[in-house]
């Protein structure tokens, strides 16, 4: 598996909204290049994958966007939080999630959530801190990364012979438009309620990074060996 590169610690005095922006639109454009072709993966890396995306996207999305909005001080930026979370649950995204990975024969099982279990406890943790700043940088980079990596997980389940795409053909378009509200309320938050000079703005993104990268890289049969 690899580890991604960590970014070192810049203090958010040190960032401008503009290049805060470039880094992340950087960061994920190179993650989503060194996705593997689904085509060249076994057919258990591929429902690996799609098993281990699902047991942390489809019970924890919600909660951590929820998680953002109690830690948002900003009044202009909560409306943007609030439709965000209203979308999700009307339309019931996680359940377009499961029948996803379901028609995927990809439903997660309990070596698939332990296989994010570590992971994903750090960023429980850390979104439960409730840094307004931190946690919404957060997850304006998971909106701009899962909007990317759409066209890959529906390669993954194409090539497992589904042909339910409900899920990736609307978060390819939402969440372009949830990416550019969340940065403009991570403008609004950064005014309202700055973050400590001394904290590091990416902490989060760099915590997420680590799950993606279980997610998509992990094999059960090298961390047995």
């Known amino acids: 598996m690899t580890t991604p590169a960590v970014l070192p610690h810049q203090p958010?005095?040190?960032?401008?909204?503009?290049?805060?922006?470039?880094t992340i639109t950087q960061m994920i454009d190179e993650m989503i290049g060194?996705?593997?072709?689904p085509q060249e993966l076994t057919s258990a890396e591929r429902r690996g994958i799609i098993a281990?995306?699902?047991?942390?996207?489809?019970?924890?999305?919600?909660?951590w966007?929820?998680?953002?909005?109690?830690?948002?001080?900003a009044e202009g930026a909560r409306p943007i939080l609030l439709d965000n979370l209203y979308e999700e649950?009307?339309?019931?995204h996680p359940h377009m999630m499961r029948k996803f990975a379901m028609a995927a024969n990809a439903f997660p099982n309990d070596k698939d959530s332990l296989a994010v279990h570590e992971d994903l406890t750090n960023m429980r943790f850390f979104l439960g801190r409730?840094?307004?700043?931190?946690?919404?940088?957060?997850?304006?980079?998971?909106?701009?990364?899962?909007?990317?990596?759409m066209p890959f997980l529906a390669g993954l389940a194409a090539a497992e012979g589904s042909t339910e795409?409900?899920?990736?053909?609307?978060?390819?378009v939402c969440d372009i438009a949830h990416t550019a509200g969340l940065f403009r309320a991570l403008a609004l938050e950064t005014s309202a309620s700055p973050l400590d000079p001394a904290a590091d703005i990416f902490e989060g993104v760099n915590l997420l990074r680590t799950l993606i990268d279980r997610i998509v890289y992990y094999r059960p049969e090298l961390a047995a060996a």
């Open 34 to 37: 060194k996705l593997p072709d």
């Open 65 to 73: 966007m929820t998680a953002t909005l109690i830690a948002t001080k």
């Open 52 to 63: 281990r995306y699902s047991a942390v996207l489809e019970g924890n999305f919600i909660y």
């Open 165 to 172: 795409m409900e899920y990736t053909d609307v978060h390819g």
């Open 89 to 92: 649950t009307r339309d019931a």
């Open 12 to 22: 958010e005095s040190a960032l401008s909204d503009s290049s805060i922006q470039e």
């Open 130 to 149: 409730l840094s307004g700043v931190q946690s919404l940088l957060t997850m304006a980079f998971f909106e701009g990364f899962i909007q990317k990596f």
